[in-house]
């Protein structure tokens, strides 16, 4: 059964950075393309930024030019990192395949970013 950890979420001053960090276990991991997620208080889950097995990039408009996200297909980590961060980043983040059938969704990471 694939487990997905994410960490590294915590509360930041506009202008921050964070590094969020997926760990996944249960599964070849390099075989899936993944992706990062949010969901904010009463909004839907949002997808947030993803990456090939091979490491090509996507990313959501307004992430593009402030988040980056990597992936260590050896660690079976992925990670996102967040610079310039605004209240509207303000959500939980989760890991995730980026099609279905998606893995069990796991517990997210807190992202708080205040003005």
């Known amino acids: 059964q694939v487990q997905l950890v994410e960490s590294g979420g915590g509360l930041v001053q506009a202008g921050g950075s964070l590094r969020l960090s997926c760990a996944a276990s249960?599964?070849?991991?390099?075989?899936?393309?993944m992706a990062w997620y949010r969901q904010a208080p009463g909004k839907q889950r949002e997808l947030v930024a993803s990456?090939?097995?091979?490491?090509?990039?996507n990313y959501a408009d307004p992430e593009k030019g402030r988040f980056t996200i990597s992936r260590d297909n050896a660690k079976n980590m992925m990670y996102l990192q967040m610079n310039t961060l605004k209240p509207e980043d303000t959500a939980v983040y989760y890991c995730?395949?980026?099609?279905?059938?998606?893995?069990?969704w796991g517990p997210g990471t807190q992202v708080t970013v205040s003005s």
């Open positions: 995730n395949r980026i099609v279905l059938p998606y893995f069990d």
């Open positions: 249960g599964t070849i991991f390099s075989r899936y393309t």
């Open positions: 990456i090939t097995r091979y490491g090509g990039t």
